[in-house]
C-alpha cells in the first residue's frame, strides 16, 4: 500500500511539473523571422524591424521583433498657446528629463507622421525650427490643469508619462496630472470625450480611430497629434522553453492585451502574419503586470507586451528568474 502511494506521489508531482513548466524557465523574448517581419511592414506602414538587443533584459540572445510609433496627442479643443508651451517645453529639454526614452525626443521623428493633422500648437513651435506639417485649427480651451491617460503601471506609457507631466508642470503654469489608461483605445475614446485632454496612443490605431476603422466604427476627430515620441516593440514574453517560435504559440496560452488595446491589434497582426487567428491559441486579456504575474505562476503560456524596451513588467520578469 505504502508502495502504491509513493507511486500515485510521484506521478502527481511529475504532471504538476509538466503543466506548470512554463514557471521554472527563464525570460525568452520570441523573435518573428525577417519573411514575417516583411509581411507586416507590407501589409501595415505603422510597423518598422526593430531588435531587441539580449543586455535589455539579460537574455540570452537578441530578439528581432516589430515596433510601431508612440504618439502624444491632444484635443483639439485645447488652445494653441497650452499646446505650443507643452511641445516646446518636451522637446526642448530632452536631456533634462529623467526618463531613458527621453533620448529618443527628434524632432524629425516627431514631425513624421501624416495620416493625421497637427494640433496648432504643435505645428506652431515645429515651424520655428523650419518644419512645417498639416494641421487643425485649435480650440479655446486655455485650461491650465490638463489630465494625461497614459497606459497600465508596469507599462512604458505609464513611467514616462508621469515623467513628463511632473516635467512640465515644473517649468511651465499648467498642472499636467498623469493617470493610468487601458490602451490606445481607451484613451482615445477618453480623449473625445473630455475625460482628458493629452493621452499616449500607438500610431496604428491612432489613424484606425481617424479614419473609423478595425474597432472605431465611426471616425473619431475631435484629437489631433502632439507628436510622435518614440518607438515601441513587440515583445513576446515568455518563461516557456516549448514556446521558441511565434508558431509555436498556436495551442497555447497568451495573454493579448486588453480588448482594443494597441496590444491587442498588434497582437492579431503578428498572429495573421503567421496564418493564425485568436482561434488558434487560447487569448486572455491581460494587462502588462497581470500578464508578467500570470507567467510567473504558470497560468500563461506568452504575453504580447507592447512598449518601448525596456519595459518595467519585463524586466521585473525577468529579475524573478
Known amino acids: 500500500m505504502k508502495k502504491l502511494f509513493a507511486v500515485i506521489l510521484a506521478m502527481t508531482m511529475i504532471l504538476t511539473l509538466a503543466a506548470c513548466g512554463s514557471k521554472t524557465g527563464s525570460l525568452h523574448l520570441v523573435s518573428i523571422d525577417d519573411s514575417h517581419i516583411n509581411d507586416l511592414i507590407a501589409a501595415s506602414p505603422y510597423y518598422a524591424k526593430s531588435v531587441i538587443g539580449k543586455d535589455v533584459y539579460g537574455t540570452e540572445s537578441d530578439a528581432q521583433t516589430v515596433a510601431i510609433a508612440a504618439m502624444i496627442l491632444v484635443s483639439n479643443d485645447l488652445s494653441e498657446d497650452t499646446v505650443y508651451e507643452i511641445t516646446k517645453t518636451?522637446?526642448?529639454?530632452?536631456?533634462?528629463?529623467?526618463?531613458?526614452?527621453?533620448?529618443?525626443?527628434?524632432?524629425?521623428?516627431?514631425?513624421s507622421v501624416t495620416s493625421v493633422p497637427f494640433?496648432?500648437?504643435?505645428?506652431?513651435?515645429?515651424?520655428?525650427?523650419?518644419?512645417?506639417?498639416?494641421?487643425?485649427?485649435?480650440?479655446?480651451?486655455?485650461?491650465?490643469?490638463?489630465?494625461?491617460?497614459?497606459?497600465?503601471?508596469?507599462?512604458?506609457?505609464?513611467?514616462?508619462?508621469?515623467?513628463?507631466a511632473q516635467y512640465v508642470s515644473n517649468n511651465t503654469g499648467l498642472n499636467i496630472t498623469a493617470v493610468t489608461g487601458n490602451g490606445s483605445k481607451a484613451n482615445v475614446e477618453d480623449l473625445d470625450a473630455g475625460s482628458a485632454q493629452?493621452?499616449?496612443?500607438?500610431?496604428?490605431?491612432?489613424?484606425?480611430?481617424?479614419?473609423?476603422?478595425?474597432?472605431?466604427?465611426?471616425?473619431?476627430?475631435?484629437?489631433?497629434?502632439?507628436?510622435?515620441?518614440?518607438?515601441?516593440?513587440?515583445?513576446?514574453?515568455?518563461?516557456?522553453?516549448?514556446?521558441?517560435?511565434?508558431?509555436d504559440l498556436k495551442g497555447k496560452t497568451v495573454s493579448v492585451g486588453a480588448q482594443g488595446s494597441g496590444v491587442y491589434f498588434n497582437a492579431v497582426d503578428v498572429l495573421g502574419a503567421y496564418g493564425m487567428t485568436l482561434d488558434d491559441i487560447k487569448p486572455v486579456y491581460q494587462s502588462f503586470g497581470d500578464s508578467a504575474e500570470s507567467l510567473k505562476d504558470g497560468k500563461i503560456d506568452a504575453a504580447f507586451i507592447v512598449a518601448g524596451a525596456p519595459t518595467n513588467a519585463v524586466s521585473d520578469l525577468a529579475a524573478s528568474k
Open 90 to 111: 518636451i522637446f526642448e529639454n530632452a536631456s533634462d528629463i529623467k526618463h531613458g526614452k527621453a533620448a529618443d525626443l527628434d524632432l524629425g521623428f516627431a514631425t
Open 198 to 247: 493629452m493621452v499616449f496612443c500607438q500610431s496604428d490605431v491612432m489613424s484606425y480611430a481617424y479614419s473609423g476603422t478595425n474597432l472605431f466604427e465611426s471616425a473619431v476627430g475631435s484629437f489631433s497629434v502632439l507628436g510622435a515620441l518614440y518607438m515601441e516593440q513587440v515583445q513576446i514574453a515568455t518563461l516557456n522553453d516549448k514556446v521558441q517560435t511565434v508558431a
Open 119 to 164: 494640433h496648432a500648437g504643435a505645428a506652431k513651435y515645429y515651424a520655428e525650427k523650419g518644419i512645417n506639417v498639416d494641421s487643425v485649427a485649435a480650440g479655446s480651451n486655455a485650461a491650465s490643469d490638463i489630465t494625461f491617460k497614459t497606459g497600465g503601471e508596469s507599462g512604458t506609457y505609464y513611467a514616462y508619462g508621469t515623467v513628463l
